[in-house]
């Protein structure tokens, strides 16, 4: 263990967060005073980088150390096989490990539960029960049956489009109250050093926020009014202007307080039982949320800042209360717990399985932090390292088949056409770094931003760079030398990874299936009452 190195880690996601709506991040609303008074211990990140825009991929990362297109989770392969998770690793070591979280996709369905000695998903549409045991393995069966996949993704999607509208506390939609108990319990209870990861719900659509939260922060705001189904507006098959938008971001405030007001409440406990100062914690979100932004209402069908640019707080005896501008990915936490407890990983939970081992170049505890070309030529290196100097990151994305579905379904209602040769139906990787992002995407033309003079990424540079300067309004031989790197550099991961994501033509377009009239009565009569059935 390092010097002076709390024993025990706390790691925190606030799911479906972005940055600019948390008061350490500039936001002119009280959003959070919690994490405001944080930054007194913490290192606040601007430049975290999640390797993915959803939950499922992000958190499969965090856990495994691995990239997407490494532990290969995703919604068309909704879970983690073949990987041994940090978890399972701490464990083995002796920590007391739990996991809570209201997420449909961290369960023992997905196996990213795997490891933990306690876990509970406070799920009410799929009770924890049903996603272990017998029945977990039943629920796999009937997802690796490609005909019956639609309505294995269908069921889980639905648990995150309803969990929220089955909570209690306060008369309200979140089961955070629960999550903070339970953590508290099992904390307050753990015998030895302590391993805790929670997953907190609030600010992932549906918004119906607490009541005392939603009267401070959208006291004119009916939840009920206000377009809460992404797919409708991004099938074209609603319209949000902008006082509705208003709205909206209001009650995500309103979400986004009540998760800071809940974590008050856990620092608050850790403090008073002396706890604090023998426990690392970590504050990050798995992905952001658009607004409308670049014409998109959630987190799907892009790599845009808003979503991959994500909050990020440590509070570590090593790290400095202070403000770092370097570029760091969340990938780089897996490291870094391990060596703030001082494990070594790398040893496979079962035989076969991938195990990473400790890796202090991708620590941000260690001063070799990000020094990757001390791995030239090793054979133990991963795809970043193999094809970067450590100054970039990279994030990919496969198509979400579940929310695909539905888009498809509510543009069919509308009588809207979706283009096949669309970002809906594009898988897309990309490769960041402080001032500038290139995005290969595999239907649509590639998009590069100079994020250092276009931050809001609303100038795609992509064709501009190659063509000639006297004919366009910018120095393009300076954004053509960053761009141009990137991209390079983006090639040179894919080719570490398998290869490029160019050809459309291999990957199917049906996302549907025919499922629905195999299923039974009561699971029929289910989905019609939650609104995934007319």
């Known amino acids: 263990m390092l010097a002076e190195s709390p024993e025990n880690v706390l790691f925190v996601v606030m799911d479906t967060v972005r940055k600019d709506h948390l008061s350490p991040y500039g936001y002119d609303r009280p959003t959070t005073p919690t994490l405001d008074s944080f930054t007194t211990d913490a290192t606040v990140f601007e430049e975290a980088v999640a390797p993915a825009p959803w939950t499922l991929p992000v958190h499969a990362s965090l856990f495994t150390g691995l990239y997407p297109s490494q532990h290969g989770a995703s919604q068309e392969n909704p879970y983690l096989e073949g990987a041994t998770t940090i978890a399972q690793t701490l464990s083995a070591a002796g920590y007391q490990t739990a996991c809570y979280s209201s997420n449909a996709w961290i369960t023992p369905y997905t196996h990213l539960t795997d490891g933990f000695d306690d876990q509970d998903n406070f799920f009410e549409v799929m009770p924890g029960e049903f996603l272990s045991g017998p029945l977990a393995r039943a629920w796999k069966t009937l997802n ?58 609030d600010a992932h659509l549906p918004y119906h926020p607490p009541a005392s939260f939603r009267e401070e922060f959208a006291p004119d705001v009916d939840s009920d009014a206000v377009c809460q189904n992404s797919k409708e507006y991004n099938a074209g098959a609603r319209s949000i202007d902008a006082e509705e938008w208003a709205d909206i971001q209001a009650l995500y405030d309103a979400e986004i307080a009540h998760i800071d007001a809940q974590l008050g409440r856990l620092f608050g406990w850790l403090q008073q039982e002396g706890l604090w100062d023998e426990t690392m914690v970590i504050v990050c979100a798995d992905h952001g949320e658009l607004h409308g932004e670049h014409g998109i209402y959630g987190h799907e069908f892009c790599l845009y800042d808003q979503l991959v640019n994500v909050p990020l707080l440590i509070k570590h005896p090593q790290l400095d209360a202070a403000r770092r501008h370097d570029q760091v990915e969340l990938i780089d936490l897996y490291h870094t717990v391990l060596d703030a407890v001082d494990i070594d990983g790398g040893n496979p939970n079962s035989p076969g399985e991938t195990a990473i081992a400790r890796d202090r170049t991708r620590s941000l505890l260690s001063d070799s932090y990000r020094d990757f070309e001390s791995h030239a030529g090793s054979p133990d290196s991963d795809p970043a390292q193999q094809s970067s ?111 490029a994501w160019t050809d459309a033509d291999g990957v199917s377009n049906d996302v549907t299936g025919d499922t629905v009239a195999e299923m039974d009565a009561d699971a029929q009569e289910r989905l019609r009452d939650l609104g995934y059935l007319e």
């Open 389 to 499: 100097d450590g100054s970039y990151a990279f994030i990919e994305y496969s198509r979400p088949v579940v929310e695909l579905k539905q888009l498809e379904e509510k543009a069919a209602a509308a009588g809207v056409s979706i283009s096949e040769d669309s970002r809906f139906y594009s898988r897309m990787r990309a490769a960041r770094r402080t001032d500038a992002k290139y995005v290969r995407i595999d239907r649509i033309p590639d998009e590069a931003y100079r994020l250092d003079s276009d931050p809001d990424e609303q100038n795609s540079v992509a064709d501009a760079m190659n063509a000639d300067a006297t004919d366009i309004d910018m120095n393009i031989e300076t954004k053509a030398d960053a761009i141009t790197a990137t991209e390079a550099t983006l090639t040179a991961f894919e080719s570490a990874v398998g290869g």
């Open 144 to 201: 690796d049956n490609e005909s019956l996949r639609t309505l294995a993704d269908t069921l889980v999607s639905l648990g995150n489009t309803a969990h929220e509208y089955f909570a209690g506390g306060e008369g309200a939609d979140s089961k955070t109250p629960a999550v903070i108990d339970r953590t508290i319990e099992f904390i307050d209870t753990a015998d030895g050093e302590f391993f805790t990861f929670i997953n907190l719900m």
